[in-house]
């Protein structure tokens, strides 16, 4: 299993981006791939997902209407956009693949490298 | 404030044992599975243990958990000086429909 992702980002506030993850090793279609980041000097935050079951997103409620989970099954690649950045959203970012049952979201178990974006005027 | 409260840091000798506890409630560790991840500096992170206490392929048997009530507890024993890292606890909070991580604890191995 790998998760390869894009390289680093440098955007003005204001500005949006898109980090892509790419997949291989399994059948992507039948994870789910979740979006987790970390700023500087600090710990992980969840930012959302989206599940292999039902296509559902779920989004963590501060990031929510600036951020979109999406996936490309014929790349086997996920995308995380982020809009309207500030500086706050400087980080690097990961995506991971998830492990999931209909009764939910039990745990992380392939992690990408991760992108630097730094958000900055 | 995370949802989850670990200690910011532990310390130990190389060959002892030390064990990072991670508090939350009924509506996240309570009632839903904890799995623990560690980050090597400058790393991604990395699946230590999932479903409460299992170990994926790969990771040596010096690491366990366990977790009872609203608590859940990351032991290693054997303390080498690779383990250095940040330990994260993570799981689903229902009441705030979203995933939870800990604060992270840094493991020194003096």
């Known amino acids: 299993v790998q998760l390869v992702q894009s390289g680093a980002e440098v955007k003005k506030p204001g500005a949006s981006v898109k980090v892509s993850c790419r997949a291989s090793?399994?059948?992507?279609?039948?994870?789910?791939v979740t979006w987790v980041r970390q700023a500087p000097g600090q710990g992980l935050e969840w930012m959302g997902w989206?599940?292999?079951?039902?296509?559902?997103?779920d989004y963590a409620q501060k990031l929510q209407g600036r951020v979109t989970v999406t996936t490309d099954t014929s790349t086997s690649t996920a995308y995380l956009e982020l809009r309207s950045l500030r500086s706050d959203d400087t980080a690097v970012y990961y995506c991971?693949?998830?492990?999931?049952?209909?009764?939910?979201?039990?745990?992380?178990?392939?992690w990408g490298q991760g992108t630097l974006v730094t958000v900055s005027s | 404030q995370s949802v989850l409260t670990q200690p910011p840091s532990v310390s130990a000798a190389p060959g002892q044992k030390v064990s990072i506890s991670c508090s939350g409630s009924?509506?996240?560790?309570?009632?839903?599975?904890v799995s623990w991840y560690h980050q090597l500096p400058g790393t991604a992170p990395k699946l230590l243990i999932y479903?409460?206490?299992k170990r994926p392929s790969g990771i040596p048997d010096r690491f366990s958990a366990s977790k009872s009530g609203t608590s859940a507890t990351l032991g290693i024993t054997g303390l080498q000086t690779g383990d250095e890292a940040d330990y994260y606890c993570?799981?689903?909070?229902?009441?705030?429909?979203?995933?939870?991580f800990g604060g992270g604890t840094k493991l020194t191995v003096l």
């Open positions: 991971a693949r998830m492990w999931e049952l209909p009764a939910g979201v039990n745990y992380f178990d392939s």
């Open positions: 090793g399994y059948p992507f279609g039948t994870y789910g």
């Open positions: 989206i599940s292999a079951y039902n296509g559902k997103t």
């Open positions: 009924t509506s996240n560790i309570g009632n839903n599975f």
């Open positions: 479903d409460n206490t």
């Open positions: 993570g799981t689903w909070d229902t009441s705030l429909s979203a995933w939870v």
